[in-house]
């Protein structure tokens, strides 16, 4: 099964079912971005929305992508729940792994959030994320921890039919530092969050990066 379709039929119970990955990176992105002023963010892997909707509350404009258009339906239903009208919210349904669309050098922010496992190559993405970014500008990435990766871990849900495994690559922490790097994107905050503060492996890796 394709990635889009897998998150198309999870988008049903995505909010609803037990997921500590999903739970845990809210709590990092909320974290990680407190010191961070932004005003236009492009928020790629927008999934139902559990991110976009704290965006709203500092952003002026927010152009939530995402691979699955069902996925992203559930974030405009929340969004649009909200009724902000300070904020200009677009929701666009795309492969962030062909040319961008999104704009050059005109957000202040760009976020991936457990979207970048699902990404074999991750230079091609880093320099479409640098030229969409205005100088000064950062990036935030959150993901499932490579620790967790290298145990086995996978994006996955169960269905009436059996489990559901998303296709995953692997990635090392120096792998999203390097391409970041060669686009003009430097290391400012690196944070690992755990399931239980101090103990076992850390479950979510999350990655600040300015362009300088």
């Not at 739970?23 to 892997?45: C, H, N, S, T, W």
């Not at 921890?145 to 995953?168: D, I, M, R």
């Not at 090392?172 to 101090?198: C, N, P, T, Y």
Request: aromatic fraction near 10%; hydrophobic fraction near 40%.
């Amino acid at each position: 099964m394709s990635t889009e379709k897998a998150y198309d039929q999870w988008s049903s119970i995505y909010d609803t079912n037990e997921n500590k990955t999903r739970d845990l990176e809210a709590v990092a992105v909320r974290k990680m971005l407190e010191p961070v002023q932004f005003r236009y963010v492009l928020e790629i892997g927008a999934g139902t929305g559990k991110n976009t909707v704290w965006y709203l509350g500092f952003a002026n404009r927010i152009v939530a992508v995402d691979l699955s258009a069902e996925m992203l339906a559930k974030a405009k239903e929340k969004v649009e729940a909200l009724g902000n009208p300070e904020c200009i919210s677009e929701f666009v349904q795309a492969d962030v792994t062909q040319s961008w669309s999104f704009g050059e050098a005109c957000f202040d922010l760009v976020t991936f959030s457990l979207m970048l496992e699902h990404i074999e190559h991750l230079e091609p993405i880093f320099e479409e994320a640098s030229r969409a970014l205005m100088r000064g500008g950062h990036v935030y990435v959150g993901e499932l921890h490579p620790f967790k990766q290298y145990l086995g871990s996978k994006a996955k849900f169960q269905t009436e039919t059996g489990e559901v495994v998303v296709n995953c690559f692997n990635h090392h922490v120096s792998d999203f530092v390097r391409a970041a790097q060669k686009h003009g994107l430097q290391l400012i905050d690196l944070q690992e969050f755990f399931d239980v503060e101090g103990e076992g492996v850390p479950r979510v890796l999350g990655l600040l990066f300015r362009k300088e």
